[in-house]
């Protein structure tokens, strides 16, 4: 297994910790995707892909339909993608994705959480070279089917030469470019496999040692900062736990 796989795995634990909280922030990723390209997933397919992670993290159908009715309605929230980076205990870089219907609102809370933690909260795009973002999809392996063979047809569409197999869950992860989202999943879809998750994610590319009070206490601003419903994901350059 590569670094982005460690860093991903250890930070999905954190990420998907509180159900509730994870069904949130999936049905605000629906509605961004319903807004754009319409509520049928046969014909839109980032709907298609967040459905399959929704699928993954157990979220229930009835869940997923409810999103969806909702995201149609006239009174829905207008929600925009909004970042927020600056560096936190320790000189540990945190980059905060949000979805929010108030920056006003969603400012103030992440402000507050880098003052409580002695953190500096940056302008947008001062930390983005820290941190690679990629699109990261997961499908089920398929048995005759050469993987360096489908990477390199990938490779035009942006993805990576390196890639992760789980044998335990026979699923493979490959990492592309974001703007080749939609490329990457048609080409996957047409060639029969069957997508588990797609999602976007952002892996630092310099990660930091830390000890165990410092862990403790980005942990804990890390913790915070994800209580809040318009906060998405929340990432930090520092260097996985290890196990």
Same mark, same amino acid.
């Given at each position: 297994?590569?670094?982005?796989?460690?860093?991903?795995?250890?930070?999905?634990?954190?990420?998907?910790?509180?159900?509730?909280?994870?069904?949130?922030?999936?049905?605000?990723?629906?509605?961004?995707?319903?807004?754009?390209?319409?509520?049928?997933?046969?014909?839109?397919?980032?709907?298609?892909?967040?459905?399959?992670?929704?699928?993954?993290?157990?979220?229930?159908?009835?869940?997923?339909?409810?999103?969806?009715?909702?995201?149609?309605?006239?009174?829905?929230?207008?929600?925009?993608?909004?970042?927020?980076?600056?560096?936190?205990?320790?000189?540990?870089?945190?980059?905060?994705?949000?979805?929010?219907?108030?920056?006003?609102?969603?400012?103030?809370?992440?402000?507050?959480?880098?003052?409580?933690?002695?953190?500096?909260?940056?302008?947008?795009?001062?930390?983005?070279?820290?941190?690679?973002?990629?699109?990261?999809?997961?499908?089920?392996?398929?048995?005759?089917?050469?993987?360096? $063979? +489908?990477?390199?047809?990938?490779?035009?569409?942006?993805?990576? &030469?390196?890639? @992760? /197999? *789980?044998? !335990? =869950?026979? %699923?493979?992860?490959?990492?592309?470019?974001?703007?080749?989202?939609?490329?990457?999943?048609?080409?996957?879809?047409?060639?029969?496999? $069957? +997508?588990?998750?797609?999602?976007?994610?952002?892996?630092?590319? &310099?990660?930091? @040692? /830390? *000890?165990? !009070? =410092?862990? %403790?206490?980005?942990?804990?601003?890390?913790?915070?900062?994800?209580?809040?419903?318009?906060?998405?994901?929340?990432?930090?350059?520092?260097?996985?736990?290890?196990?």
């Amino acid at each position: 297994m590569g670094r982005a796989f460690e860093y991903r795995k250890a930070a999905k634990l954190k990420r998907w910790g509180h159900m509730a909280r994870t069904f949130t922030k999936l049905g605000k990723e629906i509605a961004i995707a319903v807004k754009a390209g319409g509520p049928e997933p046969e014909n839109n397919p980032r709907l298609r892909a967040i459905i399959a992670t929704c699928k993954r993290e157990n979220m229930p159908k009835d869940n997923i339909q409810r999103a969806i009715k909702n995201a149609m309605g006239k009174d829905q929230s207008e929600y925009k993608e909004v970042t927020y980076e600056g560096y936190g205990p320790h000189g540990i870089a945190v980059f905060v994705e949000t979805l929010t219907d108030n920056t006003t609102r969603t400012v103030g809370d992440v402000r507050s959480v880098f003052n409580k933690f002695n953190g500096n909260l940056g302008t947008q795009g001062s930390l983005s070279f820290l941190f690679d973002h990629k699109a990261v999809f997961t499908f089920k392996k398929k048995d005759g089917i050469d993987m360096d $063979e +489908i990477i390199l047809e990938l490779i035009d569409y942006g993805v990576d &030469d390196e890639f @992760d /197999v *789980d044998n !335990e =869950e026979g %699923e493979v992860t490959i990492y592309g470019e974001p703007t080749s989202f939609g490329e990457i999943q048609k080409h996957l879809e047409d060639n029969g496999f $069957e +997508i588990t998750s797609a999602e976007f994610t952002r892996i630092p590319n &310099d990660l930091k @040692d /830390v *000890d165990a !009070e =410092e862990r %403790e206490t980005i942990d804990k601003m890390v913790e915070r900062l994800e209580d809040f419903d318009d906060v998405q994901n929340v990432y930090t350059n520092m260097k996985p736990a290890e196990e």
